[in-house]
């Protein structure tokens, strides 16, 4: 009785191998819809795709290898486009090389003459490179290939020789057109001004503003009560900014003159009037007096008078007297 109980179980176990086989050939039917054959013209293959076979990793793209000539071609179309971010160095190199074209192109279109045996007036990069050796131009193996792509802004793979006269031109009005549509798009962003902070209560303050072109005024400042006297210790001489405003005059002629009345006024002449009274708010520009560079300023002669707070002190109301004749 054990012997058939044990034959029945490995019929039992064949049955469902052999289900097992039938359940994965059915699952392999269900995996595997669509045509039986697969076009062996198109990536695309049933057969062949890795995901199917092994179930593991995706297909890559194989990279297409450079060779040794393309390699040094890419490197060198970087180092050119890292010479163009500097604005200031490409645009000498472009003035120095259109004056050197400008002369040495009678001897150059002979030399590419040569070199050009179909008579086309053009010769391919490489050939220009040799020439430009032969003629022993004054650069590198990167200015050289800048140079050529210059000349080259197609990158047609040829440069047009009989065009040497007009040297780089077109290369300057290029980037001349560059740098003006770079202006054009720039587009105006308000923005609130920050100003920075007081580092004892926090607050914010204001800062004078810095001229970028500032004018200098040589200024020959003269207290109007001791005019006469020279050698006064009142009279200033002070090379201010055109943009100094009459207010800034005044505190620098305390600081100068320790005078400590607030009633400082800036005149014209000596007259005092009202009309020779210069606003304090106004700059020395604003009235009328510009400046000029720092080593040619502009000459000028104010003078200045002050009232003071007191007056009933003999002592503070002294200068009133000097200069004045007196009557016996």
């Not at 120095?96 to 002979?110: C, G, S, Y």
């Not at 032969?134 to 290939?145: K, N, R």
């Not at 002629?253 to 009309?275: C, G, L």
Request: proline share 5%.
């Amino acid at each position: 009785m054990p012997k058939k109980g044990s034959k029945k179980g490995t019929k039992k176990k064949k049955k469902t191998g052999a289900a097992g086989h039938k359940s994965a050939a059915s699952d392999g039917e269900d995996k595997f819809e669509g045509p039986a054959t697969a076009d062996p013209s198109t990536l695309m293959s049933r057969v062949q795709t890795p995901t199917e076979k092994g179930g593991k990793g995706k297909k890559k793209g194989k990279k297409v290898k450079l060779s040794k000539s393309e390699k040094v071609h890419e490197k060198l179309e970087k180092a050119i486009a890292k010479l163009k971010e500097n604005e200031e160095y490409y645009d000498s190199f472009v003035d120095r090389m259109h004056r050197w074209l400008v002369e040495q192109a009678p001897a150059a279109i002979e030399l590419f003459k040569m070199m050009d045996v179909g008579g086309e007036g053009a010769v391919t990069h490489d050939e220009f490179k040799s020439g430009l050796f032969d003629l022993q131009v004054p650069l590198t193996s990167i200015e050289t290939h800048l140079l050529t792509r210059l000349l080259d802004p197609d990158d047609t793979g040829e440069v047009d020789y009989t065009v040497l006269k007009q040297g780089l031109q077109l290369a300057r009005e290029t980037f001349d057109l560059e740098k003006d549509s770079e202006f054009e798009a720039i587009t105006l962003i308000i923005t609130r001004r920050k100003f920075p902070p007081c580092p004892c209560c926090k607050m914010s303050r204001l800062e004078p503003t810095i001229e970028s072109i500032p004018r200098y005024i040589a200024l020959e400042l003269r207290m109007v009560t001791f005019d006469n006297f020279k050698d006064y210790p009142g009279h200033l001489d002070l090379l201010v900014h055109a943009h100094l405003p009459v207010c800034g005059l005044i505190q620098m002629v305390i600081e100068e003159t320790h005078i400590t009345s607030s009633k400082i006024s800036i005149f014209r002449d000596k007259s005092r009037s009202r009309d020779s009274l210069l606003p304090p708010k106004n700059t020395l520009c604003e009235c009328g007096f510009f400046g000029d560079s720092r080593n040619d300023p502009e000459e000028l002669l104010l003078y200045y008078d002050y009232s003071v707070e007191f007056t009933d002190c003999p002592i503070l109301l002294c200068d009133h007297y000097f200069g004045q004749k007196v009557q016996v």
